[in-house]
C-alpha cells in the first residue's frame, strides 16, 4: 500500500509541476510574439512608402509629360507669339505697334539726300559762345559754394548735362556734343591739363573756362563736332 501512494503522490507531484510550467512557456511566447510583431509592421510599412513614393514620382512625370505634350500640341499658343514678334521686331527693327503713314492712311514722308558737306549759316559752333555758356553756368552753381568731395561728383555730372544742353540750344545743326567738368581741390598744387581729337580743323571746335572758387578750382569743356 505504501507503495502505491508514493507512485500515485510522484505522479500528482509531476502534473503540478508541468501544470506550474505550461503558463511561462505561454508568456514567453507572447512576448516573442509582441518582439516581432513591430518589426513586421515596420517593415511592412517602409515598403508601402517606398513603393508609394516611387508610384507618385511615376504619376508626376506622366503627368508632366502629358501636360508638355499639350502644350505643344496647342496652335497659336501665348509663346509661339512671343517668339514670332521679337523675331519681326528684329528683323524690322522698330516697335511693332508703330504704323506707317501707308498704314494710317496718311501720305508717306521721302526724304532725299541733303549732299551737304558743312553746315549752314549760322549753324556752325563758335568756341565764344561756347566759352561764355560755360562760364555763365559755373558762376551760377559753383558760385560761395565750399569744396566737398562726397557732393561734387555728382554736381560735375549734373554741371556737364546742363553745359550741354544749353550749347544745343545755341543754334548749333548737325553737330554732336561732348561736354564735361572737372573740380578738384586747390592746396596750392600744380595740375597739367589736355584733351587730344582727331576731326576737321574748320567744321569742329571746341571751348574751356575755368573757375576758381574758395578752396576748388573748376574747369568745364566742350567738344562740338560736324557729322554729315
Known amino acids: 500500500m505504501d507503495g ?7 505522479k500528482v507531484h ?34 508601402k512608402i517606398l513603393e508609394g513614393g516611387g ?22 499658343n501665348r509663346f509661339s507669339r512671343i517668339r514670332t514678334k521679337l523675331r519681326l521686331h528684329t528683323l524690322f527693327g522698330g516697335a511693332l505697334s508703330k504704323r506707317s503713314g501707308s498704314e494710317r492712311g496718311g501720305p508717306t514722308k521721302v526724304l532725299e539726300n541733303t549732299y551737304k ?12 559762345k561756347g566759352e561764355q555758356i560755360i562760364t555763365n553756368v559755373l ?4 558760385k560761395d559754394r ?14 556737364s548735362d546742363l553745359i550741354k544742353e544749353r550749347v ?21 598744387q600744380s595740375i597739367h591739363y589736355t584733351s587730344r581729337c ?16 574758395a578752396d576748388f578750382v573748376a574747369i568745364g569743356t566742350v567738344f562740338a563736332t560736324y557729322y554729315d
Not at 61 to 74: A, F, G, M, Q, Y
Not at 117 to 128: A, H, L, S
Not at 199 to 211: I, K, R
Request: with cysteine; hydrophobic share 30%; glycine share 6%.
Open 4 to 10: 502505491k501512494l508514493s507512485a500515485d503522490l510522484l
Open 14 to 47: 509531476n502534473a503540478n509541476i508541468k501544470r506550474e510550467h505550461t503558463p511561462e512557456k505561454g508568456t514567453m511566447a507572447s512576448s516573442a510574439s509582441n518582439v516581432s510583431g513591430p518589426t513586421t509592421t515596420r517593415l511592412s510599412m517602409k515598403s
Open 55 to 76: 508610384g507618385g514620382s511615376q504619376d508626376r512625370s506622366d503627368k508632366h509629360s502629358e501636360t508638355s505634350s499639350k502644350i505643344s500640341l496647342v496652335p497659336g
Open 117 to 128: 558737306v558743312g553746315p549752314e549759316e549760322g549753324t556752325k559752333f563758335n568756341p565764344q
Open 139 to 142: 558762376n551760377m552753381y559753383l
Open 146 to 159: 565750399v569744396y566737398d568731395e562726397k557732393k561734387f561728383p555728382q554736381l560735375c555730372k549734373t554741371l
Open 168 to 188: 544745343k540750344l545755341s543754334g548749333l545743326k548737325r553737330y554732336k556734343v561732348i561736354a564735361y567738368v572737372m573740380v578738384f581741390e586747390n592746396k596750392k
Open 198 to 213: 582727331l576731326w576737321e580743323s574748320n567744321l569742329d571746335n571746341f571751348a574751356s573756362a575755368m573757375y576758381n572758387g
